[in-house]
C-alpha cells in the first residue's frame, strides 16, 4: 500500500519500542530488569485516584470541552499563577491526551513546510519526529559535555538561519537530568524573542529536581505576563504525580494560540479522558496533598540518584556521565566498551539485553549512540542488580 509522505519515514518511538521488546521478553519467562521506561514506578496516590473513581460515580463520564473542563483549567492556571507570582488567564490552558499532545498540538499549529526548529540536544526522542510531521526540519544543536550539553545564546547563534522559527527545550532534561538555571533560561528566553524564534519549553519533569531552589519555568516565573506570546509551556500530570496511564498533559500559552490549539485537538482526539480529567482536578487543587506526594517520591529518587551514580563510578569508573539534577535518567558514554562485534550504543544495548537481561534505551534514540540511558524508576534492589550484570557483561566484576 502506498503511504502518505506525512508518515512514510515515521519510526515507532524508540523509548517505547525498547520498553515494549522488553516486556515481551518478561511475558515469555526471561529475567528482565527493565530500566528503559521513561515513568515513575509508584502507584497514583490515593487521593487522586479516589477523586477519579468519585467522578465516575456521579456521571463525570461524558464528553468535556476539548480544552477539558473548565474547572480543571482553572486549578492549573492558579497553580501556574502561585508560580508566576501574577494571575495568568485560565484561557492559555489547554489539557490535552498527554504532554505528548500538547507538543504535537503547539509544533503543528506553529511550523510548516520549509520552517526549521532548533532542538535542544540530547533531545527527548519524539521531538524530531513530532517536528518532521510537520513538514518543517529539526534542526539539534547542543552545548558543550562539560556543562550537561546546556545551551546558550552563543550555541543558538551558530545554528539559527534564516528560516528559523522555533527552539524546542526541555528542562529538567530528558535524558540528561540536566535543569537550567532562572538565568540560563532568562538569557534564552531573551534569546528567542529577539529572534523571532517561538520557545516550547517542556517542563514535564519540574517537580523531580534535587536543588536546593525549584526550577525555574521558562516565560512564566522570569517574563511579565504581557510577553508570553512567544513561549509555549508543557507540562502535566504523568510525571509528577505517578499519573502516565492517565494521559493528562497541558499546554500554557496566550489565550489566543490557545484558540488554535484547541481546534486543532477538537479535530483530532477532542478531549482527554473525563475521568483522568476528575483524578487530575485533585491533584492540581488539593495542594497541600500533591506536593506530599512529590516530597515522598522527590526523596525515593533523590537516594536512588545517588545510588546510580555510585554504582557506576564503582563498575565503570572511566565511563563519563552526566551528574543528574532532575528527572530520572543516568545518561553515560559507554564508546570506550565497544569493540569489533559493537561498534555502537545501539548494539552495545541490544548485547546487555540479550547476554545478562538489562534493558536500556540507546543514544540513538536521542541523537547520539555513543551513550545509553538508564532510568532509575526502579527499586533499589532492581538497580544494584542492573550494575551486577552490567558488570559481568564488561567483564568489571562489581564491589559489593
Known amino acids: 500500500m502506498r503511504l502518505s509522505a ?55 463520564t461524558r464528553y468535556t470541552p476539548p480544552a477539558g473542563v473548565p474547572e480543571l483549567r482553572k486549578a492549573i492556571a492558579a497553580r501556574l499563577s502561585e508560580r508566576a507570582g501574577h494571575d495568568l488567564p485560565w484561557e492559555g490552558v489547554v ?11 503547539s509544533i503543528f499549529c506553529l511550523f510548516g513546510p520549509g520552517d526549521h526548529v532548533l532542538v535542544a540536544a540530547p533531545f527527548w526522542t519524539s521531538y524530531p519526529d513530532l517536528v518532521t510531521i510537520a513538514r518543517a526540519i529539526p534542526l539539534p544543536v547542543s552545548g558543550p559535555e562539560a556543562d550537561g550539553f546546556k545551551i546558550s545564546p552563543a550555541v543558538l547563534d551558530t545554528a539559527r538561519t534564516d528560516a ?20 540560563e533560561l532568562r538569557a534564552i528566553a531573551e534569546w528567542a524573542r529577539a529572534n523571532g524564534v517561538v520557545l516550547i ?16 519555568a521558562a516565560g512564566i516565573l522570569d517574563l511579565a505576563a504581557d510577553r508570553v506570546g512567544d513561549i509555549v509551556l508543557i507540562d502535566g500530570a504523568s510525571k509528577s504525580y505517578a499519573m502516565t496511564g492517565w494521559r493528562i498533559g497541558f499546554s500554557y500559552c496566550e489565550p489566543d494560540l490557545a484558540a488554535k490549539f484547541t481546534s486543532l485537538q477538537s479535530q483530532i482526539t477532542s478531549n482527554a479522558a473525563t475521568p483522568s480529567q476528575m483524578a487530575a482536578l485533585a491533584a492540581f487543587s488539593d495542594a497541600g496533598a500533591a506536593d506530599a506526594s512529590v516530597h515522598e517520591m522527590g526523596r ?14 564503582e563498575v565503570l569508573p572511566d565511563v563519563s556521565f552526566v551528574e543528574p539534577e532532575g528527572a530520572f535518567y543516568l545518561y553515560f558514554r559507554v564508546d570506550g566498551l565497544f569493540d569489533d562485534g559493537v561498534t555502537d550504543a545501539t548494539a552495545w544495548c541490544s548485547r546487555l539485553l540479550k547476554e545478562q537481561g538489562v534493558a536500556l534505551v540507546p543514544g540513538a534514540a536521542f541523537g547520539d549512540d555513543r551513550w545509553v540511558r538508564m532510568s ?3 527499586s533499589d534492589d532492581s538497580l544494584e542488580e542492573a550494575f551486577r550484570r552490567i558488570g559481568a557483561l564488561v567483564g568489571a566484576g562489581t564491589s559489593a
Not at 15 to 23: E, F, G, N, P
Not at 201 to 214: F, H, K, Q, V
Open 201 to 216: 519549553s517542556d517542563e514535564i519533569y519540574r517537580n523531580i529536581y534535587y536543588g536546593n531552589d525549584r526550577p525555574a
Open 6 to 60: 506525512n508518515v512514510r519515514d515515521l519510526k515507532p518511538s524508540a523509548t517505547i519500542a525498547v520498553s515494549t521488546l522488553a516486556k515481551r521478553l518478561a511475558a515469555e519467562g526471561r529475567d528482565i530488569i527493565n530500566l528503559s521506561a521513561g515513568e515513575p514506578d509508584f502507584d497514583t496516590p490515593s487521593f487522586v485516584s479516589d477523586a477519579a473513581i468519585a467522578g465516575i460515580r456521579a456521571g463525570r
Open 164 to 183: 528559523t522559527r522555533g527552539l524546542i527545550l526541555n528542562t529538567p532534561c530528558n535524558p540528561t537530568g540536566a535543569v537550567y538555571s532562572l538565568s
Open 300 to 313: 525515593a529518587f533523590r537516594r536512588r540518584r545517588d545510588l546510580v551514580t555510585t554504582r557506576l563510578g
Open 95 to 105: 489539557v490535552s491526551s498527554g504532554a505528548k499532545q500538547a507538543l504535537f498540538n
Open 376 to 378: 532509575y524508576a526502579a
